[in-house]
């Protein structure tokens, strides 16, 4: 047995509670509080503006997000992709 099988079930549980809970949490109660207000800003999306005047950093973050969970999802999931 190694330590990973004990680690990362936790880790995962962790990063899931850090990061989802107080978000959950902050659009409940202070939507401009949350995590999600925070990347907005950050990346200067406005509400209401058309795709098209989204920044390029905006859509590098998205083709990142995307590229990383249509990875993770069938690596943890599916055991696509095993060395």
């Known amino acids: 047995m190694t330590w990973g099988r004990h680690y990362w079930p ?15 949490y902050a659009l409940a109660t202070n939507w401009e509080n949350s995590l999600s207000y925070w990347v907005w800003t950050q990346l200067r999306v406005q509400d ?3 795709l098209g005047a989204h920044s390029v950093l905006w859509f590098f973050t998205l083709v ?3 590229g990383l969970v249509g990875w993770l999802g069938p690596h943890l999931w599916l055991k696509w992709w095993r060395g």
Do not use: R, T
Request: glycine share 10%.
């Open 10 to 24: 936790f880790a995962l549980l962790a990063v899931l509670l850090i990061i989802l809970g107080p978000e959950i």
């Open 48 to 50: 209401g503006e058309p």
């Open 64 to 66: 990142a997000y995307l």
